[in-house]
């Protein structure tokens, strides 16, 4: 699957579109298609529900093309360069978010439009003859993205309807009613028990990029880790780290050198658990464009790189964290335009595109070392602050740095050097606010970045974080669509 997904949904337009532009005549208009696929006919074999899977994985690049707004632009480490105008962009950066803003909506719809495939799946493979094992993965996977797809939403948005089949008609959409994020929940761990069942790896290069066990367990974890049950946590990045085997060709291990974890030439690497697949050289909505968001909107750069929109540039509070001989400066550039020096997130470069909505770098969700620090943090929370500080350690050196010994013996100051070190070592990947989140800190760290004196096009003044915007509002239209049944977070 790396690289070569290829929707068939989309093949389809593609094949609608140019019959149309060669058959439009008022004959062709008043005769109704006879061979128009449906779902009772679709849904015929083994390749029709494999090509709806696949669907669900390329729908996958639209929701995480806003994820960064989320878990970047909303905390302190992504600003939106005010000179854009994207006011939908600059109330998240300033958490003065309202109901009708449009990457609330997309975010919302995009998600469900891959739930929906994923219960198209779930829904049509028990009618279909195919070997057991080929079934149980396909189910599985569908689960795996659909759980993903929840724990997204239930941390964006809190209580969201949770849909489980596919909705046939407008009466049965408007039947839904948001349930509690605790319902949620434990729809999300059934489904990620369930996806540990996959296969540990993939051997045909078709399917290197689907979701794993691996991949099951880590997210699982992470869930786990969010609800603050460190104890079931603990037990899942434990099977993690232990497998697959150290010598083994698949095992995931911190790689030598940080830059090469992003390297577009490098997909699905050792690091890499699990991530959303884009491809150079295909069409826009195959390549990858966060390149382009985090070029400044101004002429600053040269060739294909001379301008970006601006929505997803590095703060300049971040860039300070850095230590000067910290290896992952390499994922970062600075270039000075007229107006400021801008500091930008090289994770999304990729040397062969030619267009910068066309990087064929991966969003990376899960890898390696997000498990290593979150194992660091469960252990800190269980009091094995010792153990904690070895694994905090592990990602340090790979960096090129020491860490403060006295760190072993003090629970507390363990925990914000792993707050720091996740900053560090994931900046710009989509986990800062999720993170602050988590770990209730979101508020206090927030509150004090909106006071620090930022300059005027990094953020505005007199902006903070209350109660009530640890969630995101429901999108308007959902609400007004449907009032009895969506009502609208407190605060909005």
């Known amino acids: ?44 074999d083994e390749v029709s529900v494999k090509q709806m899977l696949n669907d669900a994985y390329f729908s996958l690049r639209e929701s995480y093309r806003y994820c960064f707004a989320f878990g970047d632009l909303a905390a302190d480490d992504v600003y939106n360069s005010k000179f854009n105008n994207s006011s939908d962009h600059i109330t998240i950066n300033e958490s003065n978010v309202v109901a009708d803003n449009g990457i609330i909506n997309e975010m919302w719809t995009r998600s469900y439009a891959t739930i929906a495939r994923a219960n198209l799946v779930l829904e049509n493979i028990e009618n279909i003859t195919i070997d057991p094992a080929r079934k149980a993965q396909y189910i599985n996977e569908a689960k795996f993205l659909r759980a993903l797809m929840y724990f997204n939403m239930v941390r964006i ?16 959409a408007l039947s839904y009613t948001r349930e509690s994020t605790e319902k949620v929940y434990e729809q999300i761990i059934e489904d990620l028990k369930n996806a540990e069942q996959l296969p540990a790896s993939y051997t045909a290069n078709a399917d290197i990029g689907r979701a794993t066990k691996w991949a099951a367990k880590s997210l699982l974890a992470k869930v ?83 301008r970006g929109t601006g929505t997803f540039l590095m703060t300049e509070a971040l860039h300070a964290q850095f230590d000067s001989d910290d290896a992952r400066r390499s994922m970062i550039s600075e270039l000075t335009g007229s107006r400021r020096r801008y500091v930008f997130t090289k994770k999304y470069y990729d040397n062969q595109m030619t267009s910068t909505i066309d990087a064929g770098n991966d969003w990376i969700v899960l890898r390696y070392a997000d498990v290593v620090l979150m194992y660091a943090e469960t252990q800190n929370q269980l009091s094995n602050t010792t153990i904690a500080f070895n694994y905090l350690e592990a990602v340090r050196q790979r960096a090129g740095l020491t860490t403060d010994q006295s760190l072993r013996n003090n629970q507390t100051a363990m925990k914000l050097a792993i707050e720091n070190e996740r900053r560090l070592e994931l900046f710009n990947e989509g986990h800062r606010w999720f993170d602050l989140k988590r770990t209730d800190r979101l508020i206090p760290v927030m509150n004090a970045h909106f006071a620090s004196g930022l300059s005027n096009d990094e953020i505005g003044s007199g902006n903070s974080v209350e109660d009530f915007e640890l969630v995101f509002p429901v999108p308007r239209y959902q609400v007004n669509l449907n009032p009895d049944k969506i009502q609208q977070n407190t605060g909005y």
């Open 224 to 306: 786990y880790l969010t609800r603050k049950q460190y104890n079931e946590a603990d037990l899942k990045l434990a099977e993690v780290l232990a497998g697959p085997p150290a010598s083994g060709a698949n095992a995931f291990h911190l790689l030598a050198n940080y830059a090469d974890i992003f390297d577009a030439a490098k997909p699905n690497n050792s690091e890499v658990i699990f991530a959303v697949q884009y491809a150079r050289g295909f069409d826009p909505l195959q390549g990858n464009p966060f390149v382009n968001y985090a070029m400044a909107n101004e002429d600053i750069g040269t060739g294909i790189l001379k």
């Open 157 to 172: 948005y809190g209580d969201v309807p949770l849909v489980l089949k596919d909705v046939k008609t407008p009466a049965e």
């Open 1 to 44: 699957m790396t690289h070569n997904i290829v929707s068939p949904a989309k093949s389809l337009i593609y094949v609608v579109l140019v019959f149309l532009s060669t058959s439009c005549s008022k004959e062709y208009f008043d005769k109704y298609p006879t061979d128009q696929p449906t779902e009772n006919t679709f849904y015929s």
